[in-house]
């Protein structure tokens, strides 16, 4: 079983920098496309950023020049540096993976920009 756990969210003035963390466990885990989404209540889950196996990234548009996905060279972390950030930016902040065609998710972890 994959488990994966975010970690680095919280309370942020508008114009900041976060850096989230997200650590896979339970097994070896070899996931063709690791992502970052974001929910805020009563939205949709939107796609944040994603890594596709080779390195390929993709951003939303909304994120694109101030968030960067990366990940280690074990690919058992995923992270997510994110600056400049706006209070539009505010939400649950989840990591997710594609293996084998099973999509797994971490549990969240909160952002809040706000001054």
């Known amino acids: 079983q994959v488990q994966l756990v975010e970690s680095g969210g919280g309370l942020v003035q508008p114009g900041g920098s976060l850096r989230l963390s997200c650590a896979a466990s339970?097994?070896?885990?070899?996931?063709?496309?690791m992502n970052w989404y974001r929910q805020v209540p009563g939205k949709q889950r939107e796609l944040v950023a994603a890594m596709i196996t080779g390195g390929t990234t993709t951003y939303a548009d909304s994120v694109r020049g101030r968030f960067t996905i990366s990940q280690d060279n074990t690919k058992n972390m995923l992270f997510l540096q994110m600056s400049s950030l706006r209070p539009e930016d505010t939400a649950t902040y989840y990591c997710?993976?594609?293996?084998?065609?099973?999509?797994?998710w971490g549990q969240g972890t909160q952002v809040t920009v706000s001054s």
């Open positions: 339970g097994r070896t885990f070899s996931p063709t496309v």
């Open positions: 997710g993976a594609l293996e084998s065609g099973t999509f797994y």
